[in-house]
């Protein structure tokens, strides 16, 4: 009877490694938490929160010159049970703060924020009683956005580091103990 002889390769030359993923035929070995950070990083669904004139710049990134489904977001979800990022455009009055707290609790975890526009960010021109100076007051904000109003470049550079943040994750978000560090985006 001839004997059987199998080889076991654990990593050489010829096997493909990205990342901490080694692929080897149809077997890919690697961390859950990184496969699961890659595919959450590149389809970030986000909602549509426009509230002043940031909101048109916002639209335009879904146009063909900016085109921001090439990294994974061309779906604008109306409601927030299917949206993982909140992009809040423009000046957030404090009739309104309720409203957007409630529909960021209202979507599920993981979930992150954008502050687009210096009226988000800081309240702009708006010094004011009835204008909630920076949505960091309401909601915890990941990526800010500066600019009156920030170009659709600009917001696709937010999503492009909010992509990172989402990847450099160590450990799942569900069990999140400490609070969220908070990166401003310089354009």
């Not at 049970?81 to 209202?106: C, F, N, W």
């Not at 960010?121 to 909630?132: E, L, P, R």
Request: glycine content about 6%; overall charge positive; charged content about 20%.
């Amino acid at each position: 009877m001839p004997k059987r002889i199998q080889e076991i390769v654990a990593h050489d030359s010829m096997t493909p490694k990205i990342g901490d993923v080694e692929k080897a035929g149809s077997v890919i070995v690697g961390n859950l938490n990184y496969l699961l950070n890659q595919a959450r990083a590149n389809a970030l669904w986000p909602l549509t929160f426009g509230l002043a004139c940031c909101a048109i710049e916002m639209m335009s990134t879904v146009a063909s010159r900016f085109d921001i489904a090439r990294f994974g977001s061309e779906a604008f979800r109306a409601t927030p049970r299917q949206a993982d990022v909140m992009i809040v455009a423009g000046r957030v009055s404090k009739k309104m703060a309720p409203v957007l707290r409630q529909i960021y609790d209202q979507m599920a975890e993981p979930k992150w924020v954008i502050s687009m526009g210096a009226c988000a960010s800081s309240g702009g021109v708006y010094n004011n009683y009835a204008i909630v100076q920076g949505v960091d007051q309401v909601v915890p904000v990941d990526v800010y956005v500066p600019g009156c109003p920030p170009s659709p470049d600009a917001l696709l550079y937010g999503l492009l580091k909010l992509q990172d943040k989402v990847k450099r994750l160590r450990h799942n978000k569900l069990i999140e103990l400490k609070p969220r560090e908070q990166e401003r985006v310089n354009v």
